[in-house]
């Protein structure tokens, strides 16, 4: 079994900065790309950010240039650098990966989410 948890969310002014992360655990043979997600309130589950396995990023249009993916030197750990927050970026963050529990097994995997809150 595999287990996403994110963490490091809160409640932060507009324009100030949260790092999320996003720690993988269990049976992991190997992760290819990791994803952060949000969700605001009454909105569907969007893709925010994806890094795959080669460190090879993306970003919504909404993020780009504020927000920063990366992956820890064990690539089970991913985090996100989010700076000059606006309110409209309130929302349940998710990290989401594609693990390898074994070398024939791959499976898609989310966390619960961490709720990042940006006030005006």
């Known amino acids: 079994q595999v287990q996403l948890v994110e963490s490091g969310g809160g409640l932060v002014q507009a324009g100030g900065s949260l790092r999320l992360s996003c720690a993988a655990s269990?049976?992991?043979?190997?992760?290819?790309?990791m994803r952060w997600y949000r969700q605001a309130t009454g909105k569907e589950r969007a893709l925010v950010a994806i890094i795959t396995s080669g460190n090879i990023t993306s970003y919504a249009d909404s993020v780009k240039g504020r927000f920063t993916i990366s992956r820890g030197n064990a690539k089970s750990t991913v985090y996100l650098q989010m700076n000059s927050l606006k309110p409209e970026d309130t929302a349940v963050y998710y990290c989401n990966g594609d693990v390898w529990s074994t070398a024939t097994r791959l499976n898609e995997y989310w966390g619960r989410g961490t709720q990042v809150t940006v006030s005006s």
């Open positions: 269990g049976s992991i043979f190997s992760i290819n790309a």
